[in-house]
């Protein structure tokens, strides 16, 4: 292998590199995944061992959104209650959009 | 050829050999923590949607979720990144295996990348958490680049 075929294969090895790294970066989340972040965070509030509470994927949940910025999310957290006994919870959760920064909760049931 | 540079081609032989296979383990274990554990607000998740893998990725990410909470968090958030770039040395070092000029010359500019990308991290250039613990663990590694390579040599000429 030449000296100029190596620096080529070296080039190619730093870019497939970056290309790895670039896709370990965060990306801009949408409306519906900030209104999810959202909900698990008061979800959490109101666990007896937030640390423990285990939330699905956001591909996994319906988050559905209706006018005035408003989104409803219907779903389920993994948590440890006071006896370290894993249990389940479904939750209904509505969260209003009011800047980008800023969001509030208007509605949280457990069932 | 006589018994020494037998040796030597030999050696040269099983360490490229040791070293491909230790740089895929390093790629694929840091690819498996971003998989398993990271958030999948990540680009490669929108990748993996975009290419139909997504849910085989969750199916993993389901079954391997609780193991989050034993882990310790600078695994899971800075190792990976570690183990990247000891890949891109190992590579870079099978490319110049015989020629420890050019070897330096590639190690610095992957060095000055990896150490770029955190620093551009720090002042919000680029996006992503600056950590420093990904700092440490890249001089580390680095380190320990460095002084493997300079046994390596001091090696070598003994023979």
């Known amino acids: 292998m030449n000296n100029s075929y190596k620096h080529f294969v070296s080039v190619i090895l730093i870019v497939i590199l970056c290309i790895l790294g670039f896709g370990s970066k965060g990306r801009d ?67 209003k959009k009011i800047d980008k920064k800023k969001w509030i909760l208007i509605n949280l049931n457990f069932y | 050829m006589n018994m020494k540079a037998e040796i030597l081609v030999y050696s040269n032989k099983t360490r490229k050999v040791l070293k491909i296979f230790w740089g895929l383990t390093n790629l694929i274990i840091g690819g498996l923590i971003y998989i398993i554990w990271r958030k999948d607000t990540l680009l490669m998740f929108s990748w993996f ?53 050019e ?32 700092m440490f663990l890249i001089l580390g590694v680095m380190l320990f680049t460095i002084i493997f390579e300079l046994l390596r040599k001091v090696n070598e000429d003994k023979l």
């Open chain 1, 29 to 95: 989340k949408t409306d519906k995944e900030v209104a999810f972040i959202t909900c698990k965070k008061y979800v959490r509030e109101e666990l007896k061992l937030p640390d423990s509470a285990i939330f699905p994927n956001y591909e996994d949940v319906e988050v559905t959104d209706s006018k005035s910025n408003i989104y409803e999310i219907v779903s389920y957290v993994q948590a440890l209650n006071y006896y370290n006994e894993k249990i389940s919870l479904e939750y209904k959760c509505s969260v």
């Open chain 2, 49 to 101: 949607n975009k290419i139909g893998i997504s849910s085989e990725i969750n199916m993993i990410r389901n079954e391997y979720k609780d193991f989050y909470f034993f882990i310790p968090k600078w695994v899971i958030m800075s190792l990976p990144n570690a183990l990247w770039f000891n890949c891109g040395l190992l590579f870079l070092s099978i490319i110049w295996q015989n020629n420890d000029e």
């Open chain 2, 103 to 134: 070897k330096i010359i590639w190690f610095v500019i992957l060095f000055i990348i990896a150490l770029g990308i955190e620093i551009g991290q720090l002042f919000h250039i680029i996006s992503g958490v600056y950590d420093k613990n990904d």
